[in-house]
């Protein structure tokens, strides 16, 4: 195992010879939306999956939560965290293009997700995903 810390552009620092042997290297972040309350969350993005394959190398957001008296680990997609975070947003009565600011994530993926939470009826009618156009 090698554990070592990201350089000022957010990728490895020196050589990128020390990680030719791994099998997997894991780049650890904040969530996009991420505030100091909520203590230790983070993403894992898999830069290096050798033999993962598709689920298996998803991205991960992880939380560490609980009470004074017992911590529990608790983790899920980045996938599903964004479908949320979407679905909350839009039910704030944030517009597509606002939730794509808040969240820096890809306009599809917003529309996607806002599409998904319609036919699901998480969401109300009036915050229908619009054309932008």
């Known amino acids: 195992m090698l554990v070592h810390h990201a350089g000022k552009s957010g990728g490895q620092r020196g050589t990128s010879k020390k990680e030719d042997l791994l099998d997997i290297s894991i780049a650890l972040d904040r969530p996009k939306d991420y505030l100091p309350e909520q203590g230790a969350a983070f993403t894992a993005e898999f830069t290096k999956a050798r033999h993962l394959k598709g689920n298996e190398a998803e991205s991960l957001e992880i939380v560490l939560a609980g009470t004074e008296e017992k911590a529990q680990w608790t983790w899920r997609t980045v996938e599903l965290s964004n479908f949320d975070r979407v679905v909350s947003l839009a ?37 229908k995903p619009r054309s932008n156009k």
């Open 91 to 127: 039910n704030e009565g944030l517009k597509a293009n606002e939730i794509v600011s808040e969240l820096q994530i890809n306009k599809s993926t917003v529309s996607r997700h806002l599409n998904r939470a319609k036919s699901e009826g998480l969401i109300e009618d009036s915050q």
